[in-house]
């Protein structure tokens, strides 16, 4: 499987933080004092009161910008901190590509003091976004063997709230469902390659389902089929935020 130090080289062009879900995040956050951002990549929606970002990929560590907090390459299941380092510990789309998610989320307890934020997606939700649904079903079958149930993820932390996270329609963060009323970007390759689930799945197996885009963009059956969505200003892609109090 591609890793980020091999797939990551375009995250900080095409993945640059939403102000709108940056203020989600940060609210989950609450008072919180100090952070620690684990499996941070380039630092997209670090708070200012992140003190230190732990990631594993040295590609990802070199996008971080200047002035960012300081970079620990490390994983999220080893963490090289003492027990309750700060008051916060955040993981945003990172949880799926634990090698060991039960050690990495007991990292998240052991170093928070008070809370844990995870940013993640449901994958049942996801299945029925237009792009998987209708054009790249391998991609979705390829995120089936690494998405982690949102009720298995609340039990690992002892409970969390969970919270919706809407997308906007002119979402500025590349990820997955970010270009939902932007089909035609999709067809971009460089926007591919910061998707992990599209770049991660491979250009020669999309590459059948992306033809059948391009022609109902180019026809216009695209715009007929997804009229509704066109009038939306916000759409539930399945992305969810999970707070524990610990």
């Avoid at 079958?141 to 969970?162: K, P, Q, S, Y």
């Avoid at 689930?197 to 007929?224: C, F, I, K, N």
């Amino acid at each position: 499987m591609a890793t980020y130090d091999s797939i990551g080289g375009t995250y900080s062009s095409t993945r640059r933080p939403d102000p709108r879900i940056a203020a989600r995040i940060h609210k989950a956050l609450g008072d919180a004092a100090t952070v620690i951002n684990v499996g941070a990549g380039a630092g997209s929606y670090e708070p200012p009161q992140t003190v230190l970002a732990v990631e594993p990929s040295s590609v990802m560590i070199a996008q971080r910008p200047a002035g960012s907090a300081r970079a620990m390459q490390a994983s999220a299941e080893s963490i090289p901190l003492a027990d309750d380092s700060a008051d916060a510990a955040m993981a945003l789309l990172t949880v799926h590509h634990w090698t060991d998610l039960e050690a990495g989320i007991g990292e998240l307890l052991r170093i928070a003091r008070r809370r844990v934020v995870i940013l993640t997606w449901d994958q049942v939700a996801f299945r029925r976004f237009w792009l998987v649904h209708d054009y790249l079903p391998e991609a979705a079958t390829f995120d089936d063997t690494r998405a982690i149930a949102i009720d298995r993820l609340a039990a690992l932390l002892g409970g969390a709230r969970i919270e919706t996270v809407p997308i906007p329609h002119d979402c500025t963060d590349g990820f997955g469902a970010a270009f939902w009323r932007r089909p035609d970007a999709y067809l971009d390759p460089q926007v591919r390659a910061g998707i992990s689930m599209l770049a991660q799945t491979g250009e020669e197996v999309l590459r059948p389902g992306l033809a059948r885009l391009s022609d109902d963009l180019s026809s216009g059956l695209w715009y007929e089929r997804h009229a509704d969505l066109l009038a939306r200003g916000t759409l539930d892609a399945g992305y969810r935020l999970l707070v524990a109090d610990l």
